[in-house]
């Protein structure tokens, strides 16, 4: 069986102070393999505390996570992430970055040194392979993050807010970028935004959650990642479903987050 | 009091001319585009004419207080006055009558006369009190028998109440442009020639002559150890202490950070061991090893295991989760990612501690050396400074200010070179 299951995940974290705070509650979901999916919510509805359990950093509290047909206990190379900053080594230059996770699985030189020098060319840091680090902008370290992602080849690649930390202009073309990826090279992603256009411009599938307790609260089956693979990202923002899909949304998470502050509100 | 004001006022006078003169430096690349620069530091830079006139300020002052050789005299502080002066003094008999009579001074300068010079021949002249001649050391003072040779000594009586026709009594103190007189309870003059404000040699001794003192030493050897050997022995017990410190100091660490067992462990010793200041463990040290090179290293080893191992500790919590995250998904091994991740990122840390600790064991070997040892900086200025030999004590100062910048500007250099990352994240 292909693919990655979330199944009755629940997350409780216990507070030193004796309260619990339910992150999640009974979340499931399927994903097939080379399927692109995003999710939204307002903030605290437990995005993050999900993708960590898929990533094997945290483990949930009931319920499992199985994929391609055997369960998921603690992170490994199957499962990438790309963060929302921070997680790159800056005491290596961006072609080790790249290839830490082949290094780390042994391989010589010789064997990764072709797919590093190719994926970098593909993000568009064929001229910075040398470079440090902090001698890269915002934008071109998370091309340095998505590459070293792929470099390892996961099945699943996880994203949490991985464009959050970008500018606007920066931010669309590194959208292209992630279609793009997910194209060529057909892995199944999850990806977690703030966003509302990022998330119906990048999901086949789109998933919104509530908070307290953290669950899903509505799915849209999506066709602009499908349009945006060979399309001017502005260009299918212009479709009439768009507009009307990201009102509905935004309403949506406005509606919960104003529920949020009245319940704030109530309690003080 | 008069070097501060000096100080100040050379201080004021090239603020003021520099500006007069050259006008403030130039703000050079954005910094001159900015229009709010009281209160922003990073428009501050250090006015490097203002650095050197620091520097020549401080030889200025020094070189004029010891009279230096170096600088032309005009620019010295009065120094000792320097050759004859007389003063007349009145004895009283014990009938009430009065008789004055000359004394001569004659005040020399051992460093320029050979031996002790003459004493000024004086005509005895008349009345019962008969001129006197001595002879004083610059610097000194001298209490006169002046009476000794008198028809009518102290025996018969006879009181001096006053000289240059100011009276004195037992206790008390006149002022003259040569110096200053002072009475003994028993009444005796007491003659001090004026000192000047030149310092003494034995206080502070004039820029060329511990110039000279390195030559000296450097050539001569001091205590039976070359300059070089007492420099180096220095040197040697801080890079062993820290080696051997930081040897175990950042594994130390570097557990603590990564074990709840070693952090519960040690959490107790370290943090005890971290607010005692090494140089409180010197005497400990020395009870137990002696002073020779095994309880200097010790002492250095202690000073610099804390820092370290609180460096390395700190290192390994300040790495970012993300990263240690992320090694392990991209399939990395515990031990590949204390390889890959937290051992390079504690590095940053680990250099800070380690400049801190070399600091720390340069000072306390010093200050190890002062109490106990064959040779050492330290032991070079404690031996000096029983003998009085100012010029060693300063000459040993500037060294061991120098060296220890010097061990720091090195660690810096290596610093920038081996974790090129440092506050760039
Ligand atoms: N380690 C933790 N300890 C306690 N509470 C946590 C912890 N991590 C997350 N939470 C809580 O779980 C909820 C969901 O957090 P998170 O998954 O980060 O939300 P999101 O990513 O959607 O903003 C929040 O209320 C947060 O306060
Ligand atoms: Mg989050």
């Given at each position: 069986m292909n693919g990655l299951a979330i199944n009755n995940l629940s997350m409780r974290f216990e507070l030193p102070n004796g309260s619990a705070v339910q992150a999640l509650q009974d979340v499931s979901l399927d994903i097939k393999q080379g399927e692109i999916l995003s999710v939204l919510g307002p903030s605290g509805c437990g995005k993050t505390t999900l993708l960590n359990i898929v990533a094997g950093f945290l483990a949930p509290t009931a319920g499992n996570i199985v994929l391609n047909g055997s369960d998921v206990h603690g992170p490994d190379a199957q499962r990438g992430m790309v963060f929302q900053k921070g997680a790159l080594f800056e005491w290596m230059n961006v072609r080790d970055n790249v290839s830490y996770g082949?290094?780390?699985?042994?391989?010589?030189?010789?064997?990764?040194?072709?797919?590093?020098?190719?994926?970098?060319?593909?993000?568009?840091?064929?001229?910075?392979?040398?470079?440090?680090?902090?001698?890269?902008?915002?934008?071109?370290?998370?091309?340095?993050?998505?590459?070293?992602?792929?470099?390892?080849?996961?099945?699943?690649?996880?994203?949490?807010?991985?464009?959050?930390?970008?500018?606007?202009?920066?931010?669309?073309?590194?959208?292209?970028?992630?279609?793009?990826?997910?194209?060529?090279?057909?892995?199944?992603?999850?990806?977690?935004?703030?966003?509302?256009?990022?998330?119906?411009?990048?999901?086949?599938?789109?998933?919104?959650?509530?908070?307290?307790?953290?669950?899903?609260?509505?799915?849209?089956?999506?066709?602009?990642?499908?349009?945006?693979?060979?399309?001017?990202?502005?260009?299918?923002?212009?479709h009439p479903e768009f507009g009307k899909v990201r009102e509905e949304i935004l309403s949506m998470i406005w509606d919960m987050e104003e529920e949020i502050m009245g319940r704030t509100e109530a309690a003080k | 009091m008069i070097p501060f004001l000096l100080y100040l006022g050379f201080f004021i006078l090239s603020f003021v001319a520099v500006r007069a003169v050259?006008?403030?430096?130039?703000?050079?690349?954005?910094?001159?585009?900015?229009?709010?620069?009281?209160?922003?530091?990073?428009?501050?830079?250090?006015?490097?004419?203002?650095?050197?006139?620091?520097?020549?300020?401080?030889?200025?002052?020094?070189?004029?207080?010891?009279?230096?050789?170096?600088?032309?005299?005009?620019?010295?502080?009065?120094?000792?006055?320097?050759?004859?002066?007389?003063f007349e003094h009145t004895v009283q008999d014990a009938d009430g009558n009065t008789d004055d009579a000359t004394v001569t001074v004659l005040v020399y300068d051992p460093e320029v006369t050979e031996g002790e010079p003459e004493v000024p021949t004086v005509d005895p002249g008349d009345g019962f009190a008969k001129n006197d001649a001595m002879i004083i050391e610059t610097y000194d003072s001298e209490l006169a028998r002046l009476q000794n040779n008198d028809e009518l000594t102290r025996d018969d009586g006879t009181n001096i109440i006053a000289v240059n026709g100011e009276p004195i009594t037992p206790g008390g103190r006149l002022e003259f442009d040569f110096g200053s007189i002072t009475m003994s309870t028993r009444g005796s003059l007491n003659i001090a020639p004026?000192?000047?404000?030149?310092?003494?040699?034995?206080?502070?001794?004039?820029?060329?002559?511990?110039?000279?003192?390195?030559?000296?030493?450097?050539?001569?050897?001091?205590?039976?150890?070359?300059?070089?050997?007492?420099?180096?022995?220095?040197?040697?017990?801080?890079?062993?202490?820290?080696?051997?410190?930081?040897?175990?100091?950042?594994?130390?660490?570097?557990?603590?950070?990564?074990?709840?067992?070693?952090?519960?462990?040690?959490?107790?010793?370290?943090?005890f061991m971290r607010p005692v200041?090494?140089?409180?463990?010197?005497?400990?040290?020395?009870?137990?090893?002696?002073?020779?090179?095994?309880?200097?290293?010790?002492?250095?080893?202690?000073?610099?295991?804390?820092?370290?191992?609180?460096?390395?500790?700190?290192?390994?919590?300040?790495?970012?989760?993300?990263?240690?995250?992320?090694?392990?998904?991209?399939?990395?091994?515990?031990?590949?990612?204390?390889r890959t991740v937290i051992i390079p990122n504690s590095l940053p840390e680990i250099f800070t501690g380690a400049r801190v600790a070399m600091g720390v064991c340069w000072g306390t070997v010093v200050a190890a050396e002062l109490v106990a040892a064959e040779q050492g900086a330290g032991m070079m200025i404690m031996t000096a400074s029983r003998f009085q030999n100012t010029d060693i004590v300063i000459l040993g100062i500037i060294l061991i200010g120098v060296i220890g910048f010097g061990i720091d500007i090195l660690m810096r250099i290596a610093e920038r070179y081996l974790v090129p990352w440092k506050g760039k994240s």
């Open positions: 082949p290094r780390m699985k042994g391989q010589r030189a010789s064997e990764y040194a072709g797919n590093v020098d190719h994926l970098l060319d593909i993000v568009g840091l064929g001229d910075f392979k040398d470079k440090a680090i902090y001698e890269l902008s915002g934008g071109m370290q998370q091309r340095v993050a998505l590459a070293r992602c792929l470099a390892n080849d996961p099945d699943v690649i996880l994203m949490d807010e991985p464009l959050g930390a970008l500018d606007a202009l920066t931010r669309e073309k590194m959208q292209s970028l992630v279609l793009k990826l997910w194209k060529e090279t057909g892995k199944t992603i999850i990806l977690i935004t703030h966003s509302v256009e990022e998330a119906l411009l990048l999901g086949e599938r789109l998933i919104v959650m509530a908070p307290r307790p953290g669950r899903i609260h509505k799915e849209y089956q999506l066709p602009f990642a499908d349009l945006g693979v060979n399309a001017d990202l502005r260009e299918v923002k212009k | 050259v006008g403030g430096i130039a703000r050079t690349g954005f910094s001159s585009l900015k229009t709010v620069t009281f209160g922003d530091e990073s428009a501050v830079v250090p006015d490097r004419r203002a650095s050197i006139l620091s520097v020549i300020a401080l030889f200025l002052l020094w070189g004029s207080f010891t009279g230096s050789a170096l600088l032309p005299s005009f620019l010295h502080m009065p120094g000792p006055a320097v050759g004859e002066f007389t004026d000192q000047g404000l030149q310092m003494e040699p034995i206080w502070l001794p004039p820029p060329e002559a511990v110039v000279s003192r390195l030559f000296e030493i450097a050539n001569d050897g001091f205590r039976n150890f070359t300059l070089l050997e007492h420099l180096g022995y220095s040197l040697f017990r801080v890079v062993v202490g820290f080696a051997i410190g930081a040897a175990v100091g950042i594994p130390l660490g570097y557990a603590m950070g990564l074990s709840n067992w070693f952090r519960g462990w040690f959490d107790p010793i370290v943090e200041p090494p140089l409180a463990l010197i005497p400990l040290v020395i009870i137990w090893a002696g002073i020779g090179e095994t309880g200097k290293i010790v002492l250095l080893f202690l000073a610099a295991l804390w820092i370290m191992a609180i460096a390395a500790r700190a290192g390994v919590s300040g790495v970012n989760i993300t990263k240690v995250h992320a090694a392990y998904s991209l399939g990395a091994s515990k031990w590949q990612i204390m």
